[in-house]
């Protein structure tokens, strides 16, 4: 592995950086295979709205130009939907961008910021580039727990995170769980509900974050394009928060952070309800489907509220993932959370679940038949 820089910031020294999910011509090209599926990284597998792609092919023509830097267009279709002011929300690059300017805006040298055990890694990376302090919370039975987090809030907490449902565990703090948390968080942190999977929602038990906007409440939702409306070539995605923390967001964000084509990109997507609704649909489907193989198969699993599911497994889960990459399918290792026997596995269209099916019984079947031996 290649060394830091002895001059980089002590503060980065540390950080390992994200290992994200293999892309498909990598893993062809390691391993020699052309027929490769990517259930890796919990995009969406039917493509992208098909609204959002005419709409890039427009904005091609003006490429020349700077992007709009406040977003205006795509602002107002946002305003309308979710029945805020322009000016509590922000549009970022990507919602990781954001969880960046919440940190760069939010955390100085020692400050607080909970985070759950097992919760998506981008939080602490963020954290640990402002010199803050992680300050964790268990997840007992991988779920975040709000006792739990509110007992690691100090005077030194400025930020808490709940991804909600989490990634890689798929877990969700439900309504009522959200709602006792927040009776007794002080309004001294922010609390940021990483909304990434939004979209998939069970609506009888998803909490109503609006509702502490609504309230005054410190605190920030981050939704995406990437998931439901397949756009997460692009990067974008938004914060929906208070005037002034949106104020302080845009302080630290660079001035033309989302470019053209992505602003195009999810103007257009938000009409394409027919997308959304198929995305959704094949979702739902999907997940269905896993719950059955895998009970048929007899795998434990951590029953998910996304497009995604942590399986428990037999073997390390990093064997697991190389030997699934030799069959062509790319899974995702987990052992960075703590989760070495699991792999987190993202719904693909049926045929590509079928294969994730062929190819794991084919290599837990190999791992039985050499225990017989
Ligand atoms: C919980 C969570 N938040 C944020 C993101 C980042 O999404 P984006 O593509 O909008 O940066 C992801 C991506 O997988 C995620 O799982």
């Not at 969880?99 to 607080?112: H, W």
């Amino acid at each position: 592995m290649i060394k830091i820089s002895p001059l980089a910031r002590p503060a980065i020294a540390d950080i390992i950086p994200y290992e994200p999910g293999k892309p498909i011509s990598e893993v062809q090209r390691e391993y020699g295979l052309t027929d490769v599926i990517k259930l890796a990284s919990n995009e969406n597998p039917l493509g992208a709205s098909p609204l959002a792609l005419k709409a890039v092919r427009e904005a091609l023509d003006d490429i020349n130009r700077y992007p709009d830097g406040g977003g205006y267009y795509l602002k107002q279709k946002l305003t309308q939907m979710l029945g805020v002011l322009p000016t509590q929300l922000v549009i970022g690059n990507g919602s990781a961008e954001l969880v960046e300017l919440v940190t760069e805006a939010f955390i100085s040298e020692g400050d607080e910021a909970v985070i759950g055990r097992q919760a998506f890694f981008k939080y602490r990376i963020a954290v640990q580039i402002m010199n803050g302090v992680v300050a964790w919370a268990e997840m007992p039975d991988l779920n975040h727990d709000p006792d739990e987090m509110l007992s690691k809030v100090t005077d030194k907490t400025k930020v808490m995170f709940l991804p909600n449902p989490n990634n890689p565990t798929g877990t969700l703090m439900k309504r009522e769980q959200v709602d006792y948390l927040m009776e007794r968080l002080p309004d001294s942190v922010v609390i940021v509900f990483d909304e990434a999977y939004y979209d998939f929602r069970d609506s009888s038990i998803y909490p109503d974050t609006m509702k502490y906007l609504h309230d005054e409440r410190n605190i920030i939702i981050l939704r995406t394009f990437s998931k439901s409306y397949g756009l997460a070539g692009f990067r974008i995605g938004y914060a929906v928060t208070t005037e002034p923390i949106a104020r302080a967001l845009n302080c630290v964000r660079e001035a033309f952070n989302v470019n053209n084509l992505a602003l195009a990109a999810a103007e257009a997507a938000l009409d394409d309800e027919e997308f959304l609704q198929a995305s959704i649909k094949l979702n739902t489907e999907g997940k269905a489907y896993f719950y059955r193989e895998l009970d048929r198969i007899g795998l434990e699993y951590v029953p998910t509220e996304a497009n995604f599911i942590l399986i428990k497994v037999p073997i390390p889960g990093r064997e697991l993932f190389v030997k699934m990459l030799e069959r062509g399918v790319v899974v995702r290792p987990v052992d960075g959370y703590g989760l070495p026997d699991y792999v987190r596995v993202s719904f693909g269209l049926p045929e590509e679940n079928k294969r994730f099916f062929s190819a794991i019984e084919e290599v837990l079947d190999s791992k039985y038949e050499s225990v017989k031996v």
